[in-house]
Nanobody, 128 residues
């Protein structure tokens, strides 16, 4: 069982930056691939970024590629999402998620079904 707790959300002006953190419980964090998803009001939850257990493979949605960076610190059981050049359309609740395995591919990273554990979410609001 893995419990995930996100933090770091808030209100920021367009062009600004935020760093989200996701702290995981459990001794097996380093064996899980991790992902970030987001859900805006009235919209479906969508993929943002993912990282393999070692950090050697990372994937991004086209909408955030070049602006967001996912990373992890297995010693701290934490995954991060650095968000730069934020836009109003980035406004959403951001969720971190853990897959039940470590390696993750381009297509599986984007599928909600691949993730077994989810955090409660953190709100990010970008004002124009």
């Amino acid at each position: 069982q893995v419990q995930l707790v996100e933090s770091g959300g808030g209100l920021v002006q367009a062009g600004g930056s935020l760093r989200l953190s996701c702290a995981a419980s459990g001794r097996t964090f380093s064996s899980y691939a991790m992902g970030w998803f987001r859900q805006a009001p009235g919209k479906e939850r969508e993929f943002v970024a993912a990282i393999s257990w070692s950090g050697s493979s990372v994937y991004y949605a086209d909408s955030v590629n070049g602006r967001f960076t996912i990373s992890r610190d297995n010693a701290k059981n934490t995954v991060y999402l650095q968000m730069n050049s934020l836009k109003p359309e980035d406004t959403a609740v951001y969720y971190c998620a853990a897959a039940g395995y470590g390696g993750i591919g381009y297509y599986t990273a984007r599928s909600l079904r691949e993730y077994d554990y989810w955090g409660q979410g953190t709100q990010v609001t970008v004002s124009s």
